[in-house]
């Protein structure tokens, strides 16, 4: 998400544009944006129950986003992080992307760096890949770049995040949650849980995640072979 943050702040800076978040989640970015800047769109209806819930002020959609339920043209900008290795056809998610864009708007992207390949990361990879419906691992810049160019767009920079540091703490996170039934697929079901000993876990884990954050920032100082995501800026042509 700091990838995906600065490339956004780095194109976009103090203007106020209709943003699209793609596969928001929870509502990944809505709280660095303002409500009338922001749409989110994700396929995963209780994910946007709880978005509504933590952003109400927000418009959130279920929608595919290979047939996306926006007219052409409307959107200036979208985000969409971490959500090609979820789809099967990623092309097609590409082209609807820039169907709802107006010209020269930007596509922030974010995918995994399929040429990382390290003890962690890979750790990390065998862990989620299928609990959450990855149908692929990630991608080369040269197929990502590419992928995005056949899809009417210009590719006009890109940025490499995270690392083994970072998958390091997701595989000690996922262990330890594990403990108390939870997996990346079932996540959602953290903010409906009364349990009071589950509930006294979170908080020791909200109290000790700055710590854990700056831990992660040592990977910006890793050679860019290290870098497990591949964050991209590009035009719609």
Same mark, same amino acid.
């Given at each position: 998400?700091?990838?995906?943050w600065?490339? @956004?702040?780095?194109?976009?800076g103090n203007?106020?544009p209709?943003v699209?978040?793609?596969g928001?989640?929870?509502g990944s970015?809505a709280?660095? +944006?303002?409500e009338?800047?922001?749409?989110g769109?994700?396929?995963d209806a209780?994910s946007?129950?709880l978005?509504?819930?933590? @952003?109400p002020?927000n418009?959130f959609? !279920? =929608?595919?986003a ?6 052409g ?5 979208v985000i969409?992080? $971490?959500?090609?290795?979820h789809v099967?056809?990623?092309?097609a998610?590409l082209?609807? &992307? ?8 930007? &596509?922030i &992207?974010?995918?995994p ?6 003890v962690?990361v890979?750790?990390?990879?065998d862990? !989620? ?16 770049s590419?992928?995005? $160019? ?10 490499y =995040?995270c690392g ?8 000690c996170?996922i262990k330890?949650g ?6 990346p697929s079932n996540l ?6 009364k349990?009071l000993?589950?509930r006294g876990?979170?908080g020791?884990y909200k109290s000790?995640?700055p710590?854990? &954050? +700056? ?11 290290y870098?497990s995501n591949?964050?991209?800026i590009a $035009?719609r042509?």
């Open positions: 998400m700091r990838t995906v600065g490339l @956004y702040n780095s194109e976009v203007a106020r209709l699209l978040d793609c928001c989640g929870r970015y709280y660095r +944006l303002d009338e800047q922001y749409v769109l994700d396929v209780l946007i129950k978005a509504h819930r933590f @952003y002020e418009m959609v !279920v =929608g595919d290979t047939k996306l339920p926006f007219r043209s409307v959107f200036d900008h969409c992080s $971490e959500v090609l290795e099967s056809k990623d092309k998610v082209a609807e &992307l820039a169907r709802v864009m107006k010209p020269s708007g930007r &596509l &992207l974010s995918v760096n399929i040429l990382c390949d390290n962690f890979n750790w990390q990879r862990m !989620v890949d299928n609990s959450v419906g990855h149908f692929r691992r990630g991608y080369s810049i040269a197929e990502i590419k992928l995005i $160019e056949d899809s009417g767009f210009k590719t006009l920079r890109n940025k =995040g083994p540091l970072t998958a390091l703490v997701e595989c996170i330890l594990s403990i108390f039934g939870y997996t959602n079901r953290l903010f409906d849980e349990s000993f589950v876990a979170l020791i000790i995640f710590f854990l &954050l +700056l831990f992660t920032c040592l990977d910006r100082f890793l050679p860019r072979r870098k591949i964050g991209i $035009e042509r």
